[in-house]
């Protein structure tokens, strides 16, 4: 794995945004995952929504997407990189919401990519290396 799909990247394959697409199509398949804490969140975002055809689309393309992307495992070594980020932060007074910790450990973890648009909020977690599919290439 070399890539990790941060909730924010999956949310902009759902709504089929054309640079995030492109950029995943680069790449080979194998090689990008989704942990478990990403589908949570859109789970729940889903979840909140009230009974509509808006709602039925996205419950749809989620269901999809969840067939087609793989897994990234939530591993002991997961476990240990989210305890590491969340007492780091913590420490500089910087705290982090435990499931965004926990999708970037799973990528320190697994010595992968975070992909994510939300750079500004994610750059302060040490050893993450990150890239934005939501901007273009320069």
Known sequence: M????????????MRSDERVIARLSEVDRADVAVPQPVLAEIAYGIERLRSSKRRAALEERFQLLRSELPRAPWTDDVSDEFGRIKARL???????????AAV?????AHEATLITANVRHIIRIPNL????WSRPLE
Do not use: F, M, Q, W
Not at 2 to 13: C, E, G, I, M, P
Not at 90 to 100: P, T
Not at 104 to 108: G, L, T
């Open 2 to 13: 070399k890539y990790v799909l941060d909730t924010n990247a999956v949310s902009a394959l």
């Open 90 to 100: 913590e420490k500089l007074g910087r705290r982090v919401e435990d499931l965004g």
């Open 104 to 108: 970037a450990a799973h990528a320190v």
């Open 129 to 132: 290396a990150i890239e934005d």
